[in-house]
């Protein structure tokens, strides 16, 4: 699509700004869902929406046309915008909100071995250890993801929920637009999961189309790795399904080694049951070396 196609952001909300204009997304999308789902007439669609005045549900219908609602030779259906837009307002992400009190994780802190604690607010789950204030996830989540869990299925679903964006980020494809991310190899002293007077390095990823940004471990670029995976299965571990902060390999910063900067090569060790092995990265997150111990 070229610039010329784009729609200007202020004409993009003023669309649906409009409550007539939400019920015919929402009836829509409503409809889509249902047996034998086609798109649906003008008289029918007007019907459902309860708009008596046929000329002004014809002008906001006409205002959807093109960019959130598309004309088929039988009727009207959603296009993938309108349905994303219905599925995000249904979700709560512009207008619910949710917390979670602090809860035991069943975790230890790789750093003094306190239980690590998880609380949910603001958008954000955060697990970290409440006696040295190690922090092993500051990640958001949506709220509708915590307003009717706790406790371990909360956990799961966060679980999984940042192993995706974790899978899609470190094969460089954005998980808000599906965009391209570049990768920056960057070491830190101010984040929370640096140890004290350490460091931690991170790789920073950052979408070419929509800015989107997020930090990744060393460890979480390998964590999917056929290596890794039948490591830890030949010893009777499904990788998989750990939690991201119990994996050490993932969150624990002295996992990871800094070989050599020009080109980048960062090693991360994988143990258990008292076997190792290193897995080298180099500065987009790529495997370059595996080695046994």
Known sequence: MSDADDLDLDDVFGLVSNETRLDIVRTLAEAS????AVPMSFSELRRRVGTRDSGRFNYHLDRL???FVRKAE????L???GTLLYRMILAGYFTSRAEVAPFGTGGTCFECGAELRAAYDDGTLRIECPDCGREYQ?????PSGATDRSGEDLL???DQYVRHQVLLIARGICYWCTGPMTAEVQRRTDSGLAPEDGEVVFLARACEHCDGFMFTLPGECVLYHPAVVSFFHERG????ERPLWELEFVSDPARTTVHD???WRIGVTVACDGDEMEVVIDGAGEVVTIEDR
């Not at 869902?33 to 034998?36: F, K, L, P, S």
């Open 237 to 240: 571990v499904d990788v998989t």
């Open 261 to 263: 900067e020009e080109p």
């Open 33 to 36: 869902g249902e047996e034998r």
């Open 79 to 81: 296009r993938y915008p």
């Open 65 to 67: 046309q093109g960019q």
């Open 156 to 158: 799961f679903a966060f």
């Open 138 to 142: 500051n990640t958001d989540f949506p």
């Open 74 to 77: 039988t009727g009207y259906a």
